[in-house]
């Protein structure tokens, strides 16, 4: 959900009987130039918890198994699409209908051209499917690619070829509402070319974990474009996507520790109806060339932490958006300690950089362009790297949001209600919904 900017009304909360506030573990703002020791021991305590996943060395976010192209296509179970039908040459598929099932570990290549056709792996629980796309055009009623059952799915995009996938608008399958599904973990590697056309809803959706080591794709989706629960790492990728709702996603509001995505050596062009780049768990941008052309909010996470790279960012509301409603206080910050990061946001009460938590800046190029430059509700450390804010160089982090931090809760169980206090008395943070209440975590002025 999104951060909302409110002006706040605060006698407004004790005359609305259909809400219940709480005050939450209250924190207060700092404005601070360098490093204080208030500030020291907190840098230190997120560098430690943090160390492992900001290393660049990307054996800690994919297998070698993740890049690994390779197969023995003599030996490998061939299958060519032909209309509304395809033949199958080897063992571990069979066609049924106009459905393909593969049933077993092994490396499945598909080629050829098909309208109606659909590949369900359907395995073992501890098989590896490997599956290579040689130049295929798919286009489906419901998902393309349905991959309820199997250990890992990996899938190739052979060197050379281009591969175009597509589902309908009639797409009728709740949980594999996207052109490309897995139930489990999912790789995409390979050199080829993959284009998505996802007029129902997501491009790809892992239920899982969804690996990418390569490829250039081009993705236009009326959901998201990809929708993943638990960890979403890509590297070595060049992307153009056009999303109605989110681009790049990954989120998991049960559990905390995971809806994590990792980003390294892509070249990203998003253009997105809401989030741009959204993990609900840890992001980490390590290098790579970003632009998020249009969005809501540009790039959103539990926590966001840049370290190279070079990122544009047009946003409607925050450019770079810190918050989650489940985490604690202590796991939310935006840290940057390399790269260039340059946020545009739009008129009205919005912000580029928006933590509820602190914000940490060691180094790289900050360039801010908005009514505002950081709102945050803990604490600022600034001890490296330039900042400057609509062409003012800046020699601290000054907070933009007055009265300093102290999050607290506002519950609603109406829409209507929530609607009231949230265009007159809220500046708020974060919404979440809960079964039939609306909560609403924000500061007051």
């Known amino acids: 959900m999104k951060s909302k900017k409110l002006n706040k009304w605060t006698t407004l909360l004790t005359c609305a009987t259909a809400l219940t506030v709480m005050t939450a573990c209250s924190q207060s703002s700092s404005q601070l130039t360098g490093t204080t020791s208030s500030t020291t021991s907190k840098t230190s305590a997120v560098t430690a918890t943090t160390s492992k996943k900001t290393n660049k060395n990307n054996s800690n976010y994919f297998t070698s198994k993740d890049s690994d192209t390779s197969f023995n296509e003599s030996s490998a179970t061939k299958i060519k699409l032909s209309g509304s039908s395809a033949d199958v040459s080897g063992d571990g598929a069979a066609l049924s209908g106009s459905t393909v099932t593969i049933s077993k570990a092994g490396t499945y290549v598909i080629s050829g051209k098909s309208d109606g056709v ?40 052979k060197d050379g070829t281009t591969n175009t996938l597509s589902d309908s608008s009639s797409n009728s399958d709740e949980d594999a509402d996207a052109v490309i599904f897995s139930k489990g973990d999912l790789t995409i590697n390979g050199s080829g070319t993959l284009n998505i056309d996802a007029k129902k809803n997501n491009g790809i959706k892992a239920n899982d974990s969804l690996h990418m080591t390569g490829g250039t794709y081009k993705i236009s989706s009326v959901g998201d474009a990809f929708n993943v629960n638990d960890e979403l790492n890509i590297t070595g990728t060049t992307m153009t996507i056009e999303a109605e709702e989110d681009g790049v996603k990954v989120d998991n509001d049960d559990d905390t520790s995971v809806g994590t995505m990792y980003l390294s050596d892509n070249t990203m062009t998003i253009k997105a109806g809401d989030d741009g780049i959204h993990a609900s768990g840890d992001l980490i941008i390590d290098s790579g060339t970003y632009k998020v052309e249009k969005s809501t909010e540009g790039i959103e996470g539990k926590s966001v932490t840049i370290n190279g790279g070079n990122i544009d960012v047009y946003a409607t509301d925050d450019g770079v958006n810190v918050a989650n409603a489940n985490a604690s206080q202590s796991e939310i910050f ?112």
């Open 334 to 445: 935006f840290k940057m300690t390399g790269g260039t990061l340059n946020v545009e946001v739009g008129e009205g009460d919005t912000d580029p950089i928006d933590s509820n938590g602190d914000i940490f800046v060691s180094g790289g190029t900050i360039n801010l362009t908005g009514q505002s430059g950081f709102d945050f509700d803990g604490s600022a450390t600034y001890t490296g790297g330039d900042i400057t804010i609509n062409g003012e160089k800046q020699t601290k982090i000054e907070n933009s949001m007055p009265g300093g931090g102290g999050l607290k809760v506002a519950v609603s169980p109406r829409w209507w209600t929530t609607r009231w206090l949230w265009r007159r008395s809220l500046k708020s943070h974060r919404m979440k919904q809960k079964g039939s209440a609306y909560v609403y975590y924000y500061s007051s002025l």
């Open 118 to 157: 659909q590949f369900k792996v359907d395995a073992g629980d501890s098989d590896d499917v490997h599956i290579v796309l040689d130049g295929v055009t798919m286009t489906n009623t419901n998902a393309a690619i349905n991959a309820t059952k199997a250990g890992h799915v990996y899938l190739t995009l």
